[in-house]
């Protein structure tokens, strides 16, 4: 038993699933790509739950090859996310969108009216691009990773600003008095920096109260860097306890050297289950879940973590005895070890692939139990603060996560029986700020 308890966040990308086959299981709806009633279903079955958000990773280019994959990414986040605001009540609705291609205005005038919408509930998840094809999408290349952070920082404190840019009491209302808002305060941001530049003010109001910070009207110059993470939550990508304990700690210390209290940003790491009633059920559906990869490519893959040769002819037969004497997992792949472990049990190659060794994701193929277990280690460990769930198909993988696992994590003690608030920083137990953050503006410490 524990008195911390996980924050849990539901991820929520393509329309099918995180498992590249996922359009094809048996039930599954095969125009959930475009169907709205499909993804509110799946937000409301997560709300049920009292998941405290839903995640929809975006990045701005077709990056899969559409004759057997579907889409990685939906037609448009925000407006999907709008759509499920309005058919929810408490489940934070999270979106990436970049700093790199798009205006800090645009980004804090799309995310401020989601906010209000849903009242409350919208976050960003602020990344920069990599993809040469994303940016060829804005007639533009990828810029040195230098000046990409830079343009980064200065985006994301211009957005926070413009946030803020009406005070908390502007919205004035008074019939009688004949005043709408109070001029006086809605003022410009008037940010500019190397690379990106906002004057503001944005053309709507703030959600509910909240500590405002007025900014004042005359031009003012970006601080060329962050002197802490703006994070109230973080999505990461670590494949053993050691490096998620290692990742968290950095977080924890960023915070801490920025002023702020390091239990504000939340870490949640990155998870895929596939829920059966048995782990070889789990196994058999993984298995029809990878019959549209391309395996041969994965089996040599595989090869190269663990040292070894191999090809596709081996692929429905497990490693030899010699093969097993010399396999090596490698120094440069966190996966590999967790491969050559699953590989000297026995299993086929076929199989092995099957057990998720080489997703960008740890992954449990098994029952709630198993699933349950899994992120309790961590969660104890201190490995993280919560999870980004990545289940293997929604159309019966967010029922079988909130109705099975959840009622086992609350059991433990693990995970929340309600929502804290109305509004996703109280679900996140997040610092309440308007605007700018004053302690991460404030002189450098000499």
Known sequence: MTSRQMVLGMQFSGGYGAAPGAWRLPGANLNSYTDMDQFVRYAQA?????????FIADTPVLDVDLDHHAPHHMIDPLLILTVIARETERIGLVTTASTTFTEPYNLARQFKALDVISHGRAGWNAVTTSDPAAAANFGATIPPRAEKYERAHEVIQIVQALWGSWEKDAWLLDVDGKRFAD???????NLKGK????RGPLPMPPVRAGPARHLPGGRRQLRPGTRGPHASGVYANPYTIEDARAQRQALRDAATRA???PDEV???AGF???IAPSRQAALQRRRFLDEVVDLHHRVRYLGAMIGLPLGPDQLDEPLTADQLADAQPSPHDPRSARALEVAREGWTLRDVLAHGVIDYHPVVAGTATDVADHMQQWFEAGACDGFSIAVDS???GFDAFVDQVVPILRQRGLFHDDYEGPTLRENLAAHEQYGLDPRLTKPARS
């Open 266 to 268: 939340k870490m949640l």
């Open 259 to 261: 002023g702020r209290d």
């Open 183 to 189: 001029m006086e305060k809605i003022q410009p941001v």
């Open 272 to 274: 895929m289950p596939t």
């Open 46 to 54: 997560a709300e049920r739950g009292k998941i405290q958000l839903l």
């Open 394 to 396: 929604y159309h019966d």
């Open 195 to 198: 690379h990106a530049a906002s």
